[in-house]
């Protein structure tokens, strides 16, 4: 998982604060380029579906965990592994230069996962310009 991210990096732009439609523009840009090359497997274990916008300023990353069912996890497990990829993708948004372009308009995102049956599995959200 630890390439997980990458592909969430070919598309962003570091300029500085601009106007919510600006803003709803360039995502709805980014994801659109981002979803003419998905469905596409990131690492061994994960895969990119489809990235899109809901209320012009959340960005929502869809992945599928290729190699896992849910059944095959207890509650703790799943919360371990949201837990994990959580801080793991938080501490990427915080420190990349890459990401000040969202940092700084304060674009919220969501991170959804299921299994590979398409079982939800864990999301979690966060707000770049507050990390």
């Known amino acids: 998982m630890k390439n997980i991210l990458i592909i969430t990096l070919i598309f962003t732009q570091p300029i500085l604060s601009q106007s919510s439609n600006r803003v709803a523009s360039v995502l709805k840009e980014e994801s659109d380029a981002l979803n003419e090359m998905l469905p596409m497997e990131i690492d061994e274990e994960t895969r990119l579906d489809i990235t899109y916008l809901i209320n012009d300023d959340t960005f929502i990353y869809a992945y599928t965990l290729i190699n896992y069912d849910k059944q095959d996890f207890k509650e703790p497990d799943i919360r371990a592994m949201t837990l994990f990829m959580e801080k793991t993708i938080t501490d990427m948004w915080r420190t990349d230069p890459e990401f000040v372009y969202y940092r700084i308009n304060k ?21 770049a310009g507050q990390l």
């Open 107 to 127: 674009v919220n995102l969501i991170y959804k996962y299921k299994d590979k049956y398409g079982m939800h599995l864990f999301e979690f959200s966060f707000n």
